[in-house]
């Protein structure tokens, strides 16, 4: 039995079939890294994960090329590869959640390939797992966050009003970027996150969100309605001088003549320019990334009162 068959149904299997007709399912005796990589493609294919997701797959399935491993038939795959494996990527000076995560690939890979019948038993029963590593968390502190409110709560361009979106929601980069006026309900101060522009072959492309729990309805308070309306007005009297009827369908901090979303990679750059000039440090006394803004929203929310669970929801995490 291929893998497609545990690609799914519907729409997925009948992606998956097309794949099977125009390129072939490699078989249990095929190395290992060719038939990773198709188990790679069959999910693309099939629209079980997407572009970026895939893509993030084959970086981790590539250090598999020219190992032993990698050109060891799926069938014929030992436990002590595996482990030696991984041993030598820790040798070779990868790091630990590099290793844990081509683990988790694979270990996914013969899991599928053990229920399709490609092999006898899966050798990944007897390798345990890698420990990751756990970056300590480099948010902002009080100070840090009064000085963006000081810099940025009164500004309306596309960078400030992210930037207060991400600390003042904890929303990510990708959903910031995709979030349009239609999707924040101003009367009842709700956002609700239903796409996310994600990197897919070189380039973002606007998708759904990669988990369910990633499509979520946000609440916020006064300090970011100030924010919004402040940018909504700014878009909205540039658009009225211009002749330009409004549209919902425009995004909150992307171009407000020809409607494009701001790209996260020039959003990510306007802020480490912000971070150098501003002279941000997180509490780790290095400077903070973008994404570090959602960490310092759920350790004030946390300290604010709200239980863990809560927070999680808010953020989109899927173990919410």
Not at 59 to 73: E, F, Q, R, V
Not at 158 to 181: K, N, Y
Not at 279 to 301: E, I, W, Y
């Amino acid at each position: 039995m291929p893998l497609s068959s545990f690609l799914g149904s519907g729409e997925i299997a009948k992606s998956a079939s097309k794949e099977e007709e125009s390129q072939g399912i490699v078989t249990c005796e095929a190395p290992l890294y060719r038939y990773v990589l198709d188990y790679i493609e069959l999910k693309e294919a099939g629209g079980a994960i997407l572009a970026s997701t895939a893509n993030g797959y084959r970086w981790y399935a590539k250090h598999l090329m020219g190992t032993t491993l990698g050109k060891t038939p799926v069938n014929e795959v030992s436990s002590r590869q595996i482990q030696e494996f991984e041993r030598d990527m820790m040798r070779d000076g990868y790091g630990q959640n590099t290793v844990s995560h081509t683990h988790v690939l694979l270990k996914t890979v013969f899991i599928r390939a053990r229920k399709a019948g490609d092999i006898a038993s899966n050798p990944f029963d007897l390798v345990d797992a890698p420990k990751r590593a756990k970056k300590p968390i480099n948010s902002l502190d009080v100070k840090g966050v009064q000085k963006i409110n000081e810099a940025l709560m009164d500004v309306t361009d596309p960078f400030s009003t992210a930037v207060l979106l991400a600390l003042m929601t904890g929303m990510r980069q990708g959903e910031i970027c995709a979030l349009r006026w239609q999707d924040v309900d101003r009367i009842g101060k709700k956002i609700r996150i239903t796409h996310a522009l994600s990197r897919a072959n070189g380039t973002f492309v606007l998708a759904s969100p990669k988990t369910e729990s990633s499509v979520r309805t946000i609440p916020y308070g006064s300090e970011l309605a100030h924010v919004l309306n402040g940018r909504l007005k700014v878009m909205h009297d540039s658009r009225e001088k211009m002749g330009l009827d409004w549209d919902e369908g425009l995004y909150v901090v992307g171009d407000l003549i020809a409607g494009g979303w701001k790209s996260p990679m020039a959003l990510g750059q306007e802020w480490r320019a912000f971070v150098r000039v501003a002279k941000l440090v997180g509490t780790q006394g290095v400077a903070p990334r973008f994404h570090d803004l959602r960490h310092t929203f759920a350790t004030l929310a946390i300290s604010s009162g709200l239980d863990v669970k809560t927070v999680s929801a808010i953020l989109g995490h899927s173990n919410a």
